[in-house]
């Protein structure tokens, strides 16, 4: 059997402060590990260290287990579990169908616009923060996980094409590092000198140095390899300065996000398309309704 989790004072301590934190980002649950984390080192609660790393994975791994923080309060995008298990009979089968016709209509409320808007993120785990904004906008948001191929660039030039007569617009957030700074430049080389795309317009909205100083974010000690071609550029350009995305708060996030985005729009014509949506949702729950009475009467 395996030996408990010692729960010693200074252990406890560490417990509230972890629940101060997910009590503060309330509104943005599930966080990451790794948001926690920094939350706790700019406020000076652990050190900026791979071993108090460690140390935090382990207390959140037992506090969960233990009840001390809800399961849902911590996100983990890496593991995915697929459900294909099937009904229990067709009644069953029906009542999800009926529940589910004509739910998920999202108008696209950026018809009305000159300019087609893409979301590119570094990474996975921060995606459903970004989604969240993403999705009342209708813009949307792309995982580029690394130095994206020459075949994921091309499916993003072809949903470039799909819109002739709108000005693309790729707003790019990840890491202030060597390789995080140098995927916006090498995807932008990549199309516009290899593949002859030429009219996107490409805007690194976070992390930038303003950021990194003016809210005070914690160094990535991981980030600077000194046997890595990219660090010894960064270190020229930036000195030592290496921060994670994950680094910023949840909620100053969240905002350049959404000021990124609308500055991009014409507000009026956004405002339209909200009433135009809402009109249409009122027309659909009637039509659902007229529905789920004709299907009961025929079961």
Known sequence: MRRPFAWTDR???RLSKVQQVLNDLTPYKPLTL??????LVAQDHI??????YGMLSRLIKYARIEGYIPWHDIEDRIRVHRNLTGWTNKTEFVDEEVERFLHGYRRNLLQSQDRY?????EKDAL??????IAVQFTVPVVVCRGFSSVSFLNEFANRVESHPDKQPVMLYFGDFDPSGNEMLETMQMTLEDEMDISDI????VALTRQDIVEHNLPHNPDALKTTDTRA???MLRYGNLAVELDALRPDLLQDKIRRAIEFELDMDAFKQELVRRNEELVQLKLLKEQ???LIREEI
Do not use: V
């Open 11 to 13: 252990q406890l301590d």
């Open 34 to 39: 790794r948001q926690i984390f920094y939350q």
């Open 47 to 52: 050190e900026n260290t791979r071993s108090q």
């Open 117 to 121: 808007l893409e979301i590119w993120i």
């Open 127 to 132: 995606s459903t923060l970004f989604t969240r």
């Open 201 to 204: 317009s490409f805007k690194r």
């Open 232 to 234: 010894k550029r960064h």
């Open 291 to 293: 529905f789920e009475e």
